[in-house]
């Protein structure tokens, strides 16, 4: 089956910092990977997404993300914290076995930005 | 655009009540579905629809149905409510299937006594 996983429940940085959020993925075939944020009391918004071409995928507020098949990876990444990038973070795959199609979600990772 | 609307925000149901949570959008996309967000689990997909018409099963189906007779419209109903239902739901969107960015809505946080 397909599966993602968040290894770390929180990650915690000072602002100014380097920040990495981790994913990895199982997949048959070639992935297509997201990233999604969620806001305190608000719904999910896209960051970026994965499909193909370039490893480093550049997305929304200053976010990128490396895909790495040899490790089937896809941490997110960011050259500077800020303090509003506090969030929920969730990688997603794509499901397309058994006749679905449909995004399978990790279980969340929580940042914490401190000033 | 409004985007992805759902209705109501919040809501109590007492055990074996049903409710109707509503979820439209004005983007005129084609694949719509339903998540539940519960604490250490992330979202858990529900039920989905990829047209007018079409529905089908996600990950955790059972004590929910769905329908789809528009585009815009994709209602979530619950049969006879449980405390396990209870949970915050999540409607999205997206032009085609999942290759496509989903747009969530607010959410609606349930709650079953």
Redesign the interface.
Same mark, same amino acid.
């Given at each position: 089956a397909q599966s993602v996983a968040q290894p770390e429940?929180q990650v915690n940085v000072a602002e100014g910092n380097p920040l990495t959020v981790k994913c990895t993925y199982s997949v048959s075939g070639n992935p297509?990977l997201?990233w999604?944020v969620q806001y305190p009391?608000?719904?999910?918004?896209?960051l970026l997404?994965y499909?193909t071409g370039d490893n480093l995928v550049k997305g929304s507020y200053g976010f990128e993300a490396e895909f790495n098949k040899s490790q089937t990876s896809f941490h997110l990444k960011k050259p500077s914290a800020l303090v509003s990038d506090s969030a929920l973070y969730?990688c997603a795959v794509?499901d397309r076995s058994y006749n679905?199609?449909?995004?399978?979600?990790?279980?969340?990772t929580r940042l914490q930005v401190f000033p | 655009n409004a985007g992805?609307t759902q209705t109501p925000k919040f809501q109590v149901l007492k055990t074996g009540q049903s409710m109707t949570l509503q979820c439209a959008q004005d983007m005129n996309h084609e694949y719509m579905?339903w998540?539940r967000q519960d604490p250490?689990?992330?979202?858990?997909?529900i039920h *989905?629809s990829?047209g007018a018409g079409i529905t089908?099963q996600?990950e955790v189906p059972n004590g929910y149905n769905v329908s789809r007779s528009t585009t815009e419209d994709f209602p979530l109903r619950l049969l006879s409510a449980a405390p396990s239902q209870t949970s915050v739901y999540?409607c999205?969107s997206s032009l085609a299937?999942?290759?496509y960015?989903? *747009?969530?809505?607010?959410?609606t946080r349930l709650t079953v006594t």
């Open positions: 429940d297509y997201f999604y009391n608000r719904g999910l918004q896209f997404k499909i969730f794509r679905t199609d449909k995004l399978i979600f990790g279980t969340g | 992805v579905s998540y250490g689990m992330g979202l858990r997909l *989905y990829v089908d996600g999540f999205a299937r999942v290759g960015e989903q *747009y969530f809505g607010p959410g």
